[in-house]
């Protein structure tokens, strides 16, 4: 049994208010399966890369103890570059260079070795290679996460709306829920997008924490107020992956689980964005996500007597 | 003892995509008092009308056990007026009259049988008004409140500076803290707003709940996802008097009671939103806030195994 996680494993440049990077690993399954690796053992990452990845990038993987099997190298080939500058706020931000290079013809490899794939985590990618994907899969997996963003709402909606009746999660930020369900009210967009396919559905709302929707039920997770957000690239995708990794080590998909399973990717995102991009999460301890948790409960209870 | 709500007592004429007002009763003390009644009987008012405002309207108080005396009504002159259009995303509204008539040179009168205040709520009005108040009772309260906004740091900074210095709790939205500190992150504005005087901050971000720091703790209460918004008008003000109403029957200031105090003001601001003006609560029985309270309980409640 085991995780996949599929998605981007890029080089960013980032220029924040703080400072500036030169080409570093980025990419959305690479926070994401960073993230994973925290709580499950056996994650498995799907993606492509050029060349001009090194050894010492793919051995930051497997230090993790992710499987890189099914991450093709194209030999002659650059990896996806994405360069980015954030605006002062941190919460807005303008794409400076985007060259897909590997990723304009990424054709997904599920090795046999992954077939044993129980939680699919499908990263941010175009709809048709998010559902070529599932339809590797011999198996239906157990619990199938989908996270995407509004570009393929404006590009490719019909690819987008067809791969949602595949998934059990959606995960996707305010904004996106609002254009994907046509709704302002959250509320009515949750109810909206709840029958488009996803039965759980998770609205991130980055410095505002998260909205779970499920049934007839709503669970409000808070962010952790922070003095100082470094770099925001990967937090959601950094979310995304210790959610699942979260829910892969519990093992059993519920409500209650995805709460929890929310406060985890939350306290992991929130390690994320406190240096340039995977420098925080490459290198934590057990001690330090539990006390970050223990934070999150802090921050959130209460004791009010019926 | 006694609680005092101060703040404007007013007309308003309100106009929401989903409809429009005449001029319907509304103003800081007014929302804040009858939100606060639900917790506490000791309930008095201090504020200015005019003689067009009328004896129904006075006995809306009466009925909720909110003691009148410190309304003053001043013959031939006109109550505060008020007349705004909201957007479409009900969180931004553009003011098309303000009319101060009895608010331009009001003096705050604090009746002899006020002066067995314990609670003291300072509603939105000049920083000036608000620190003759509690320069006006004899005995400094045990715990007074201040509601502010963006307004008064344009026109009277000074002003507010020194009324902060004489209050316990201080509370703004978050571009409102941002404004007062000069810092982007709520965390380092609360850090410098905890130095002017206030012991608590509670940064109220609408559809995103509210935040209280004090010390070194923070709180994150959430807000109740709302399928229709129906008129924010005063939700901030019903927040505040069901936050120090509640307070004042529990009796005891400490911070794990705020945090119960926030979440029957956000209980009784769901409210107010759901209909024009104060028309929801006046009229709330006390299960319907017990339940409402309870929807927060579930909404925000998880449960992680250390």
New interface residues.
């Given amino acids: 049994m085991s995780l996949i996680i599929i998605g981007t494993v890029a080089f960013d440049a980032i220029e924040t208010p703080f400072g500036k990077t030169d080409k570093i690993v980025g990419g959305a399954a690479t926070y994401a399966s960073l993230a994973a690796s925290y709580f499950y053992k056996k994650v498995k990452i799907v993606g492509v890369v050029g060349d001009d990845f090194h050894q010492d990038d793919i051995d930051t993987f497997t230090t993790h103890g992710i499987d890189t099997e099914g991450l093709q190298i194209k030999e002659g080939e650059k990896s996806f570059f994405w360069s980015g500058k954030y605006h002062?706020?941190m919460n807005s931000r303008d794409t400076l260079v985007t060259e897909l290079n590997v990723l304009a013809d990424f054709d997904p490899i599920i090795p046999e070795s992954y077939q044993d794939c129980e939680y699919l985590m499908l990263g941010n990618l175009t709809p048709q290679i998010q559902q070529t994907v599932i339809k590797r899969l011999k198996n239906r997996p157990k619990l199938v996460v989908l996270d995407t963003m509004n570009f393929w709402m404006d590009v490719a909606m019909d690819d987008l709306l067809e791969t949602l009746k595949l998934v059990d999660v959606l995960t996707i930020n305010d904004e996106e829920a609002r254009q994907l369900s046509g709704e302002?009210?959250?509320?009515?967009a949750s109810k909206k997008i709840l029958t488009m396919g996803p039965k759980y559905l998770i609205i991130k709302?980055g410095e505002?924490?998260a909205?779970l929707f499920h049934e007839d039920?709503?669970?409000?997770?808070?962010?952790l107020?922070?003095?100082?957000?470094f770099d925001p690239t990967g937090a959601g995708d950094t979310f995304a992956g210790g959610f699942i990794g979260y829910l892969a080590k519990v093992g059993t998909v519920n409500f209650?689980n995805m709460?929890?399973a929310i406060?985890f990717g939350s306290a992991l995102a929130s390690f994320c964005v406190e240096k340039f991009g995977t420098e925080k999460i490459v290198n934590l301890s057990e001690d330090e996500v539990?006390k970050r948790?223990?934070q999150f409960?802090?921050?959130?209870s209460?004791?009010?007597e019926?």
Avoid: R
Wanted: aromatic share 8%; glycine share 2%; proline share 5%.
């Fill in positions: 002062n706020d302002y009210s959250l509320v009515k709302k505002h924490g909205l039920k709503i669970f409000s997770a808070p962010a107020p922070l003095a100082e957000v209650n709460k929890n406060i539990a948790v223990q409960v802090n921050l959130s209460f004791a009010i019926a």
